[in-house]
């Protein structure tokens, strides 16, 4: 049997089957219907206090059917994938799109199969399913036991190994079968040190759409180190007094702030509905020429990469500003009909439960052309931003407060004293044009990060260093 063969067989349905289904979506007359089948196996292993604590395995599968009738969307799903109970998520997605009922024979041929060739964006030499637990063991424990022998401070270690496979199958009304594998593992380390007194936490994480053999001696070397220096690092820092000054944001964590107060606004749906700063400025210039931000599902192994999106799109690099103008949007299937233009491959949802909405996947910006001590050496008093964790904003305005866990002061254009614990508080489009200069350092981080607009997808984001002219600094 062929691999989409094997797929199909998995959910048990035929091509027959399929065509069924999606008949019954469009019987009161929509314009589109698709099918989104899932099978998700995940794994969790943890360690705490040098012995592992808890273990678990969380298998979900199901499959959802959308429905499009004009503005109207009608969703529903099923746990259950015979075809009797599938007919009747098909119909109840097409009752929620209220259109007339009328009889219409929908042909569903297939026009276009897409199947990975084994290569993809993340082939993966091995599968989490082959992977017992026993095999995980000593890598977390190996974690801890380096953690542990890297400074004499340290007092606890939390570690996580997680990892999953997908299997996933789409068909839709337009005749488009697609099916794909996708792996996911993630590694993450949280360092406590204790010293006169004092304690300070440290956290590092890398995550990646791979297999097991991305799971390395190497790699737990790599996280073992990144804890302990983010941790020791905060002994020596202070909390800088506050105020509006300029702000050197660090390659590769900053790049949190450009998807959150940047990146959302971007989205076709927040600019359909006019909730975005940015919803007329399609074709304008809104920052520096130096400037192009990306978002890009094609990035080898990278954690929010994929060979298609959630509505059967091919994944792309999607320039969403170029040279410092507005050039796109990211579009799922209903933006690009408002629009009139393509698909970008980000609809993305977070299981078979959800309809898709346009979502970021890597979002980055490009190098510029300037070396990062040449951008700190033009401030005289500000701060250098390097570790940042969480934040809110508000999509509609744009304003954000994002927290840093860790940076330096920058004073008469020199690195001085390490700071922590501090907020960035801003304005994303006025950040974004107040962008002087772009160091040619960029970097994609590859951490937990995950994107909870409404559902919870994993992406990952990355950027050069950069000097915001102005930007308010929470301290003391």
Request: net charge negative.
């Amino acid at each position: 049997m062929t691999e989409i063969q094997n797929t199909m067989a998995l959910f048990g349905v035929t091509q027959e089957d399929l065509n069924q289904i999606v008949s019954a979506a469009l019987s009161r007359g929509g314009d589109y219907a698709d099918l989104y089948f899932e099978l998700s196996t995940a794994n969790e292993v943890s360690l705490r206090d040098g012995e592992v604590n808890a273990a678990g395995t969380h298998i979900d599968y199901g499959m959802g059917v959308r429905v499009l009738s004009d503005d109207r969307t009608g969703y529903a799903y099923t746990e259950v994938t015979n075809l009797n109970e599938m007919l009747k998520a098909a119909k109840a997605a097409a009752a929620i799109a209220n259109h007339p009922s009328v009889s219409i024979a929908h042909p569903a041929n297939v026009t276009r199969l897409f199947v990975p060739d084994g290569k993809g964006y993340y082939p993966a030499k091995q599968t989490w399913e082959e992977i017992s637990l026993s095999v995980k063991i000593p890598f977390l424990q190996n974690l801890n036991d380096q953690i542990f022998s890297l400074d004499p401070r340290v007092n606890k270690v939390m570690a996580r190994i997680s990892d999953s496979d997908s299997t996933i199958l789409f068909f839709n009304s337009e005749g488009i079968l697609c099916m794909d594998k996708r792996p996911m593992m993630s590694v993450v380390a949280t360092c406590i040190m204790e010293s006169g007194g004092k304690v300070e936490n440290g956290s590092s994480s890398r995550s990646f759409r791979a297999g097991f053999e991305f799971l390395t001696d190497a790699l737990i070397k790599e996280i073992a180190r990144d804890a302990v220096g983010k941790t020791s690092f905060l002994f020596d820092a202070i909390r800088p007094k506050g105020g509006e000054m300029a702000v050197v944001m660090g390659a590769g964590s900053s790049g949190i702030l450009l998807h959150e107060a940047i990146g959302h606004a971007f989205e076709a749906d927040f600019n359909r509905l006019n909730t975005s700063i940015f919803s007329d400025k399609l074709g304008k210039t809104i920052c520096s020429k130096e400037i192009s931000v990306v978002d890009d599902g094609t990035i080898p192994f990278n954690r929010g990469s994929l060979n298609f999106d959630d509505e059967g799109i091919p994944s792309q690099k999607t320039y969403m500003v170029k040279e410092g103008v507005l050039t796109s949007y990211l579009h799922d299937r209903i933006s690009a009909k408002y629009y009139n233009t393509s698909p970008t491959g980000n609809g993305r949802r977070e299981s078979f439960r959800y309809m898709p909405l346009p979502r970021m996947r890597a979002t980055y910006m490009e190098n510029g052309k300037s070396t990062r001590d040449d951008i700190i050496s033009t401030v005289k008093k500000g701060i250098f931003a390097e570790n940042f964790s969480n934040g809110q904003v508000q999509i509609g305005a744009g304003d954000f407060t994002f927290y840093v866990k860790s940076g330096y002061l920058i004073e008469n254009g020199k690195l001085t004293r390490p700071v922590k614990d501090i907020n960035i508080i801003g304005n994303g489009p006025e950040a974004l044009a107040g962008i002087v200069a772009v160091a040619s350092d960029s970097i994609i981080d590859n951490s937990t990060w995950t994107c909870g607009k409404e559902q919870y997808c994993p992406v990952s984001c990355g950027m050069p260093s950069v000097l915001v002219n102005k930007l308010t600094v929470g301290g003391d």
